[in-house]
């Protein structure tokens, strides 16, 4: 069926390394969106890219949507211990006649190492 | 602006037993979602509510659960005789739109709900 797929699963990082994270979707997207959530919390939302090649930056944060909208990269430079918790992207996948809510990816836990 | 308001934060459950949980949405926002997180894993999409209809219910198991959003007062999820493989956090997020622009707007998440089913 219609997924989200992300990878790593799991990230173990020292302070002040990089990470990336990527996700794949098996059919294209209209666009992307990318949520964090910190242990115990809730998804906080971070950014959506809508265009074919999109590269969008936040501080730190690199978000990349791929030609063909069906993948889609975050890039955090020199990670910092705020940066831990559970990177999500989501998307919009449709399904009979309509659109359901957005398909998440299972996520890639960011853990950093002092 | 009161954001997506959950109650309760932290829910346990017999075996058996009923669980209710409430989402508030934003103000203003008329279409609400409620996800299902596993431990260690994604959001699962359960179900779309708009005020008094339900939009779309393909996430949602076909049996002991079911979800309302009445005209007055917060979108309630219902799990009936729950068994221990219910225990998850359930997420509600609200959006100002829906159908199949809710794609091309931010989703507001409350706190959860945390069940724990004993």
């Known amino acids: 069926g219609q997924q989200v797929m992300q990878i790593p699963q799991y990230q173990h990082v020292q302070e002040g390394e990089d990470f990336t994270t990527y996700c794949n979707s098996s059919t294209t997207l209209s666009n992307i969106q990318w949520y964090k959530q910190r242990p115990g919390g809730h998804p906080v939302f971070l950014i959506q890219l809508v265009k074919s090649g999109e590269v969008k930056k936040q501080k730190r944060l690199t978000f990349q949507f791929g030609e063909a909208k069906k993948n889609s990269s975050l890039h955090i430079t020199a990670t910092q211990t705020t940066d831990v918790g559970t990177y999500f992207c989501a998307g919009l996948l449709y399904s009979g006649g309509g659109a359901d809510g957005l398909t998440f990816g299972k996520g890639t836990h960011l853990i950093i190492q002092p | 602006n009161a954001g997506v308001m959950q109650n309760p934060r932290h829910l346990v459950r017999r075996r058996g037993q009923e669980a209710r949980l409430r989402c508030s949405p934003m103000?203003?926002?008329?279409?609400v979602y409620w996800y299902r997180q596993l431990p260690e894993e994604g959001l699962k999409f359960m179900v779309y509510?708009?005020?008094?209809?339900?939009?779309?219910e393909s996430g949602m198991p076909k049996e002991r659960f079911s979800a309302e959003f009445p005209k007055e007062g917060p979108s309630i999820l219902r799990i009936q005789q729950v068994v221990r493989g219910d225990s998850a956090a359930y997420f509600c997020?609200?959006?100002?739109?829906?159908?199949?622009?809710?794609?091309?707007?931010?989703?507001?998440f409350g706190q959860g709900t945390r069940l724990t089913v004993v």
């Open positions: 997020a609200s959006s100002p739109i829906g159908g199949e622009l809710v794609g091309n707007t931010e989703a507001f």
């Open positions: 509510l708009q005020k008094e209809n339900i939009i779309d």
């Open positions: 103000k203003g926002h008329s279409h």
